[in-house]
């Protein structure tokens, strides 16, 4: 069993599985309009299907909407009204069930990254070892050994299936279908017609870490094209911006009389704006690096 969790499930998946039964038939009018979840969920290696899946947010977002909505109802001491108290807690339970059906893509998405920063090492590795003659099988075992992130992983299973009976040839078909990295289906697919047609291996490895190397270097032209207007964008808000804010206030208060907790307010105010635009950079600056980067 995978170690996917829902986020903010609160209680166990097999126990969120139990309790979405009941709602089976609303899932499965839901999953008409998810079309994608069905493939996000096995591109995840996620053990349920779309209508499980969604039955089982539902339930967690209802577990979440009764926590927020105690919280808020404690908030009406100070003032908030339990109306209100009601609105806050459905919306927010309504982005959380939303976010709960794009975690699958999510977590697809990270086992990708996993997989593509460490698939031409992998491969490198794989040839020096083709060269030396070592057996095909025995690559495939020290590839799964040998610390390559998402791709150890991957060969690990293939390695188990074959020490169970499978060819080589069926075994790597599998992997490479329901992978989600397009880089590694390719890499493993052209590996499997250089099986089939008993054509030179090394010289089949050795093009395809030729082509993920041009993809690589692609990768990089275009990711310091995006930098370029990413790095003025974070001139203007980050720098510019809290000078003259900054600036300004002092100007302000030699002409307005503002007390010391105003001025303390607003300094705080801009620290706080600058320091989250800073940490908005920082993310959007990490997922737009190419994949293919170690």
């Known amino acids: 069993?995978?170690?996917?969790?829902?986020?903010?499930?609160?209680?166990?998946?097999?126990?969120?599985?139990r309790l979405g039964k009941p709602l089976y038939k609303l899932a499965q009018g839901m999953e008409k309009g998810l079309?994608?979840?069905?493939?996000?969920l096995v591109r995840a290696?996620?053990?349920?299907?779309?209508?499980?899946?969604?039955?089982?947010?539902?339930?967690?977002?209802?577990?979440?909407?009764?926590?927020?909505?105690?919280?808020?109802?404690?908030?009406?001491?100070?003032?908030?009204?339990?109306?209100?108290?009601?609105?806050?807690?459905?919306?927010m339970t309504l982005i959380m069930f939303f976010q709960k059906l794009a975690y699958?893509?999510?977590y697809?998405?990270?086992?990708?990254?996993?997989?593509?920063?460490?698939?031409?090492?992998?491969?490198?590795?794989?040839?020096?070892?083709?060269?030396?003659?070592?057996?095909?099988?025995?690559?495939?075992?020290?590839?799964?050994?040998?610390?390559?992130?998402?791709v150890s992983l991957e060969f690990e299973k293939a390695v188990r299936e074959m020490n169970a009976g499978r060819s080589q040839v069926n075994t790597l078909n599998d992997l490479a279908s329901r992978n989600p990295s397009q880089y590694f289906r390719r890499a493993v697919w052209q590996l499997t017609n250089g099986i089939k047609t008993g054509a030179d291996l090394a010289s089949v490895i050795q093009d395809t870490i030729n082509s993920l190397s041009e993809y690589q270097l692609i990768?990089?032209?275009?990711?310091?094209?995006?930098?370029?207007?990413?790095?003025?964008?974070?001139?203007l808000i980050a720098v510019i911006m809290p000078s003259l804010g900054t600036?300004?206030?002092?100007?302000?208060?030699?002409?307005?009389?503002?007390?010391?907790?105003?001025?303390?307010?607003?300094?705080w105010?801009?620290?706080?704006?600058?320091v989250f635009f800073q940490l908005v950079f920082i993310g959007i600056i990490k997922s737009r690096r190419p994949n293919l980067l170690e």
């Open 35 to 40: 079309p994608n979840l069905k493939i996000d």
């Open 269 to 274: 105010g801009l620290l706080t704006v600058t």
């Open 104 to 106: 699958p893509k999510m």
């Open 219 to 235: 990768q990089i032209e275009k990711y310091g094209g995006q930098l370029k207007p990413l790095a003025m964008f974070y001139l």
């Open 247 to 267: 600036t300004f206030v002092i100007l302000l208060s030699s002409f307005v009389a503002l007390s010391d907790f105003a001025i303390k307010l607003i300094f």
């Open 45 to 91: 290696e996620v053990n349920y299907v779309a209508r499980d899946y969604i039955a089982m947010s539902i339930v967690a977002s209802g577990i979440l909407f009764v926590f927020l909505f105690i919280f808020c109802f404690f908030m009406t001491k100070l003032g908030l009204s339990i109306f209100m108290g009601f609105i806050i807690s459905f919306f």
């Open 108 to 150: 697809a998405n990270g086992r990708v990254k996993s997989i593509e920063r460490n698939l031409l090492p992998a491969l490198q590795n794989m040839l020096i070892q083709l060269n030396a003659g070592v057996p095909l099988f025995n690559i495939f075992v020290s590839i799964a050994q040998g610390g390559y992130g998402g």
């Open 1 to 17: 069993m995978t170690t996917f969790r829902i986020p903010m499930g609160f209680v166990p998946m097999q126990a969120l599985q």
